[in-house]
């Protein structure tokens, strides 16, 4: 199903969003892969420094020392971008976007954008695509197959005709990552950035309040995406602001009506 705001674009299928910090869930799959364990404690700082390039949390946020599923859950930039830099390379980061269907071409029936994750070519460009930013583009479309693929275990490429031969080929996840990454997506509703958008019991998610524009003064998108039960979804607010605020309570009023 596919809802859009007024105005003839197509947001849902075309839309080219840099994601913000829903790319976490895809970077926290490759350092799941690389051995680091939920229980593991890292710290979340206000401030950090990765190749030149200063990095704070949403509202200048600090959470100190931590579990690497409670820095998921608070979202914490500080804690994605040093860890990224440390165990993950510019290749493997991109390989695990790959895992969920970017840089893959769509084939659903109707036109939708091809999601965009270049290799970075810095530490500073891997720290911001860590947290979904730097040259990242994707469509709601594309980060809701994501939540898919952690809710069924296999990403598999969205269509909406069925008889259509796919150029993209399902991708099974890694099991251990697969659990490790649905307590964390709950840890988001129960105890972290979607704590109080009004979700109901059994949803699991992600956050985003993605940069754009230039200036001094930035734009952010909001987005939350998640699962709960058999049904995957992406919201994105343009402009919206706050993912947890504003994404969120979106996902909350959709759920609760369809029961």
Same mark, same amino acid.
């Given at each position: 199903?596919?809802?859009?705001?007024?105005?003839?674009?197509?947001? /849902?299928?075309?839309?080219?969003?840099?994601?913000?910090?829903?790319?976490?869930?895809?970077?926290?799959? /490759?350092?799941?892969?690389? @051995?680091?364990?939920?229980?593991?404690? +890292?710290?979340?700082?206000?401030?950090?420094? !990765?190749?030149?390039?200063?990095?704070?949390?949403?509202?200048?946020?600090?959470?100190?020392? +931590?579990?690497?599923?409670?820095?998921?859950?608070?979202?914490?930039? =500080?804690?994605?971008?040093?860890?990224?830099?440390?165990?993950?390379?510019?290749?493997?980061?991109?390989?695990?976007?790959?895992?969920?269907?970017?840089?893959?071409?769509?084939?659903?029936?109707?036109?939708? &954008?091809?999601? *965009?994750?270049?290799?970075? =070519?810095?530490?500073?460009?891997?720290?911001?695509?860590?947290?979904?930013? /730097?040259?990242? =583009?994707?469509?709601?479309? !594309?980060?809701? *197959?994501?939540?898919?693929?952690?809710?069924?275990?296999?990403?598999?490429?969205?269509?909406?005709?069925?008889?259509?031969?796919?150029?993209?080929?399902?991708?099974?996840?890694?099991?251990?990552?697969?659990?490790?990454?649905? &307590?964390?997506?709950?840890?988001?509703?129960?105890?972290?950035?979607?704590? @109080?958008?009004?979700?109901?019991?059994?949803?699991?998610?992600?956050? @985003?309040?993605?940069?754009?524009?230039?200036?001094?003064?930035?734009?952010?998108?909001?987005?939350?995406?998640?699962?709960?039960?058999?049904?995957?979804?992406?919201?994105?607010?343009?402009?919206?602001?706050?993912?947890?605020? !504003?994404?969120?309570?979106?996902? /909350?009023?959709?759920?609760?009506?369809?029961?």
């Amino acid at each position: 199903a596919v809802v859009n705001n007024r105005g003839g674009f197509n947001r /849902a299928l075309d839309g080219a969003y840099p994601p913000g910090s829903t790319f976490k869930t895809i970077t926290a799959a /490759a350092l799941l892969n690389e @051995g680091i364990d939920p229980a593991e404690p +890292v710290t979340c700082p206000k401030y950090v420094t !990765v190749g030149g390039l200063k990095i704070r949390n949403s509202n200048h946020e600090a959470f100190g020392r +931590v579990s690497f599923l409670e820095s998921f859950a608070h979202s914490c930039n =500080t804690t994605f971008a040093p860890l990224a830099a440390e165990r993950l390379s510019a290749r493997k980061l991109r390989e695990a976007a790959e895992w969920f269907g970017f840089n893959q071409t769509l084939k659903i029936g109707v036109p939708a &954008a091809k999601a *965009s994750m270049p290799e970075a =070519t810095s530490d500073a460009e891997l720290a911001a695509e860590s947290f979904g930013q /730097a040259r990242i =583009t994707a469509s709601p479309l !594309v980060m809701a *197959s994501v939540a898919a693929a952690v809710a069924d275990g296999t990403w598999r490429p969205p269509t909406l005709v069925r008889s259509l031969k796919q150029k993209a080929t399902p991708k099974k996840l890694p099991d251990e990552v697969v659990a490790h990454l649905r &307590a964390m997506m709950r840890a988001v509703v129960t105890e972290g950035t979607a704590r @109080g958008a009004g979700l109901p019991s059994g949803t699991a998610g992600k956050t @985003g309040s993605a940069e754009f524009g230039t200036g001094p003064e930035l734009g952010m998108h909001a987005w939350f995406i998640g699962y709960r039960g058999d049904l995957a979804f992406a919201v994105v607010v343009e402009g919206g602001g706050m993912g947890g605020k !504003v994404a969120a309570p979106i996902a /909350a009023r959709f759920l609760k009506a369809r029961g």
